[in-house]
């Protein structure tokens, strides 16, 4: 594991450890580490709704049935 050194205020470094000694962290790493996860998710989260508005707005919809699954097969299989 790869090791990441920060500065905190007094304040934030107090909080910090209060938090990871409060609760079911062993660690203030642990504590860090699941606030970088839960960041990471909501960023991810974030992205993916993004990307959903972007479809839903880019136009009418298509219908996808057998043939265009099968078309896309064929597609994914070099044909055309």
């Known amino acids: 594991m790869a090791t ?3 500065s905190l205020p007094d304040g934030l470094k107090l ?3 209060e938090r990871s000694s409060g609760s ?4 203030p790493s642990d504590y860090i580490r699941a606030l970088i996860r839960a960041d990471k998710q909501r ?3 974030e992205k993916l709704e ?3 508005l972007d ?3 880019s136009g009418a919809a298509k219908p996808v049935n057998d043939a265009f699954w099968q078309g896309l097969e ?3 299989k070099g044909g055309k």
Not at 24 to 27: E, K, R
């Open 15 to 17: 909080f910090v450890q």
């Open 50 to 52: 993004a990307l959903l």
């Open 24 to 27: 079911d962290f062993s660690n």
């Open 4 to 6: 990441m050194n920060i």
């Open 55 to 57: 479809g839903l707005q």
């Open 74 to 76: 064929a597609k994914a």
């Open 43 to 45: 960023y991810l989260e």
